[in-house]
């Protein structure tokens, strides 16, 4: 059974930055999508950004965009998302998924990131 365990999160200021880290366990089927996703306070879950095993094709929300960078060490089965110029509204949940290509999809528990003067 794959496992995802996220790390780095924490508070920060406006302005500020961030970097957390998914590692994956379980041997995963190495054709995968892993991505994360944030959950702000009321507010539905919503994708930040994805890469592919394969290709190391790569999506981000706008909201992130040219502040977040997403990236993946697949010798690692690691997964990592560097957030820079923070703001208050990227406070939230952020979850690590995998999702197998073809097969199953897998959810981290979260780790709460907070952006706050």
């Known amino acids: 059974q794959v496992q995802l365990v996220e790390s780095g999160g924490g508070s920060a200021e406006p302005g500020g930055s961030l970097r957390l880290s998914c590692v994956a366990s379980?041997?995963?089927?190495?054709?995968?999508?892993m991505g994360w996703y944030r959950q702000a306070p009321g507010k539905q879950r919503e994708l930040v950004a994805n890469i592919r095993s394969s290709d190391g094709n790569l999506h981000y929300a706008e909201p992130v965009k040219g502040r977040f960078t997403c990236s993946r060490d697949n010798a690692k089965n690691t997964l990592y998302l560097q957030m820079n110029s923070l703001k208050p509204e990227d406070t939230g949940v952020y979850y690590c998924?995998?999702?197998?290509?073809?097969?199953?999809?897998?959810w981290g528990k979260g780790t709460l990131v907070t952006v706050s003067s």
């Open positions: 379980g041997n995963p089927y190495y054709n995968n999508i």
């Open positions: 998924k995998l999702s197998e290509l073809p097969g199953s999809d897998f």
